[in-house]
């Protein structure tokens, strides 16, 4: 008794350590043939300490992990500019490189605040595209790193960064019958993950108001699910429901005036919109079948929704004031949990082809040609959730008989794997853009 | 099709206690009304009075026994993406509807669940109504409305662990809590 007691101490010490230092890590699966090349130099830095974070290098791997560029390694750089005066162009076409990243950290006398100077080169044109001072704190390295890499993405694709995201996901821990239930907040690439909440009852269904200010998720703490609402800056939190049944799937307008959610206090689960000013509920759909998943539509005029009614989960759409839904999907067994992309065209969905083939993968449908991609084969795909700027999904997976978190690419070339040292994860939840 | 297969069912389950009455009735006759009216001393009836108690007793214990045996049974398993229960257990959910109405004190939580394929927010969709399709049967025999709280906890908590057909199996499931 006494020997295992104690190896089971050992076990959890192990694990604890293992998991403060890796927290999550991103490894590209698959990436794309002709990666664009860049070189993010070592910033350099005038203090006698070491600094905590590696600007340059959370800069080439955000950069690496969006698969659509390749970062040079340190050990081929020829010379280590930290300003434009140092930098000799020769030296980087040699290495065929297309852009150039340099900077360089001073401390703000007096204080914990560093200043940061990166400059970003062309080097075919041999030319400065940009170059800027950022002062934050020594504990906003990581956020300073994601701006510069913001802004480098910007320049390059022409594209809208999404570097300085957050997401949240939900964990699962410990044997059952004592299954330990945590909502996440991390940074886009899994680091620097807090816990919001914690529960001995499952948590569900993480989402994000508009503005990124608050969540709303469902918590089984009353032993029945509930929906919630909780301030990201005060910790604030209230339940917002409280009926009999299913309370569910709470999905903010993207306007920020309406939050819409699944109840099934009528004997069915049914898609409602509350209006958050006014507390008026109102219900959209009235079927006796299951009605789940609501999502909206950019305008915040519609809802799209999963629906059986049919016998098997199709999607479904419906106006924001109610009447008869529209069917959007028809070629698929399972076609669920559906988002629009950025686009409003685009939606990403979670797809199973036929009852046969048993197998549920993350797909986009064109609403408007019909035209079908679908960006994974894995088993058992879910929640996908979409980057603000429309250019990776999210979703949740299972690798090794645990849930793990997977992204991809819009064009499903691109890949990567935050795999979690601590349990099962699931049910990402990408924020929107937060600066 | 599940129409068809209940109808199916629902003929053999009477034909078959037809049967069983018939021999009953028929054991009876032989056995005890037959010798009765042949002898007349008085220590061979209070014997075949006695036997027939026993009889019943052991009946009773019996029943009593199965009774306890379906009370105990508090899983219910579906088959893959459906709601109905299957149709073996509906007796044992009669047996649990009739103590629940014998009992109006006794309250049960109904907890409804899913296996992990598909998505989770349908899956809590499926898990209410397994739990809802179990809640309306027994008040069909006899449970009251009161008696019967439902939960859905879709795929959030799995009774096994594992990505195999046999943990899917295991996992859609009802199971029958005592409530507060």
Redesign the interface.
Known sequence: MKKSSLMMFVLVLVFSLRLSAAELNIEITRGVDNPIPVAVVPFAWDGANLLDEDIAQIISSNLEQVGEFRALSRANMLSLPSEEREVHYRDWRILAQQYLVVGKISQVPGGQMVQVQWEFFDINRERKVLGEVLTGSMTQLRDIAHEISDVVYQEITGRRGAFSTKIMYVS?EGP?GS?VFKLHYADYDGRRAQILLESRE?I??PAWSPDGGQIAYVS?ET???RIYIQDLSTGQRRQVTNFP??N??PVWSPDGSKLAM?L?KD???DIYVLDLGTNELRQLTDHPR?E??PAWTLDSRSVIF?S?RTGQ?QIYKVDATGGLPERLTFDCF?C??AQFLPDGVNLVH?R?ETRQD?S?GIAILNVQTSRVIKLTET??D??PSVAPNGSMIMFGT?AG?KGVLDAVSIDGRVKFRLPSVQGDV??PSWSPYLN | MGMQFNNVFKSAVLALTIIGLAACSSTSDTEEMAPVAQTAGESDAARAARLEQERLERERQEQQRREQAALNTTVFYFDFDVAEFQPADRETLIVHARNLAANPNRRVRLEGHADERGTREYNLALGERRANNIRDFLIVNGASRGQLETVSYGEERPAVNGQTENAYRQNRRVEVQPAG
Request: charged fraction near 20%; charge should be negative.
């Open positions: 699962a059952i299954t499952p569900m269904s089984f032993d029945l699910p049944g299913i569910s799937s699944v099934s004997g069915s689960p299951a789940t998943e999963t059986d989960p399972y669920a949990k979670v199973r048993n549920y088993a058992l879910e929640s299972t008989g699931r049910e």
